[in-house]
């Protein structure tokens, strides 16, 4: 064998071992690009980057126990048997908020699910909530300008439902607010012969200037052809903050069903802190509805009540609250109700 053909298989012998090698060894895979979910503070606190997107989105939500007590305060089944004066029930609530810049400003859209547990078979869980909101436009399921009310249990100033699916306009600015809403009234009161399917049309507007701030509300239910008007304010006092609240309600209406008049009052006063103790009036001109098919008040019947609230901040985001209130209606016997809350929030 000569030189050259000594070299040749010398260079294929190595060829080989080193392929076989080669083989055998192990190769480490390129790591995957990982991305982490980014802070998004355009909006406040508490808001991320969907990865893949620029929709920033915000994951909040409380859970609820509370105990109640009134008269036949547990009622159940169809004969609405009585078990007893007191009732405890649990409610988890999540709430996801979803935000984007357009050219029109944000893109807003929100819902809220809610689940209430009386017992371990009686439960339910709903859509509390679910719009679109942007440029001051809202439409969805919402709650209306009539479930605002004063920051104590006493106050009784809200129309009997105020969820509705609704299309809404409000102007804001930092100090006031305006808008006008076309409400859905379907599962509200209704008298005189007319249906379950109520179309309302409401107004707002409200703010504040200094130490005080104001909020006035009314609606107008075109089937029952009845409106009503709401007009609240509250202003700094001392160690506290004293609420005013008035409702004029031309006859039974899906806003405002409870009297013709109400005058209600409260006085919040921080204790200290964590601890605000607020006690409450109210009074009810031509109380309650005379029957359905009339749809009017009741004109010689007046009511009032009187309650205590007191709020107390455990630890950050833990909250617990309890309220006793005595209602009397003239022709009946005083009632007293109240209940105590924990609530999480997060």
Known sequence: MNIKMMLISSAAALSAFSGAQAADAIVAAEPEAVEYVRVCDA????????????????????VRFQVNGSP???????????????????????????????????????????????????????????YI???????GLFYSWWDDGLSG????????????????????????YAGVSVDELEDSPYYSGETSNNVGVAVGFGGKAGAFTYQVTAGYDTDNEAGAVRAMGTVAIGPG????????????????????WVFAA?????????????????????????????????????????????????????YAKATVNYLDVDQADGVTTGFFRLQRAF
């Open 43 to 62: 909006y406040g606190t508490g808001y991320f980057y969907i990865p893949g997107t620029e929709t920033c989105l915000k994951v909040s939500g409380y």
């Open 72 to 130: 036949n305060a547990n009622i159940t089944g169809s004969g609405a048997v009585n078990r007893s004066d007191w009732d405890a029930y649990t409610r988890g609530q999540v709430q996801f908020t979803a935000k984007s810049d357009t050219e029109y400003g944000p893109l807003t859209g929100v819902i809220v699910l809610q689940s209430n547990g009386d017992n371990a078979t009686n439960q339910a869980t709903i859509l509390d909530s679910a």
């Open 133 to 139: 909101d942007i440029a001051g436009f809202r439409a």
């Open 153 to 176: 249990e006493t106050d009784d100033i809200g129309s009997p439902k105020t969820l509705h699916n609704s299309i809404r306009y409000q102007y804001e600015a930092s100090d006031f």
């Open 241 to 260: 903050t004293l609420g005013l609240a008035a409702i004029y309600s031309s006859d039974p209406n899906a806003y405002y069903n409870k009297a013709e």
């Open 266 to 318: 409260e006085y919040a006063i921080k204790a200290t802190d964590k601890l605000k103790i607020t006690p409450g009036v109210q009074y009810y001109g031509n109380y309650g509805v005379t029957s359905t098919a009339a749809g009017e008040f009741n004109d010689n019947i007046d009511a009032w009540k009187v309650g205590l609230t007191v709020d107390y901040q455990i630890v950050d985001n833990l």
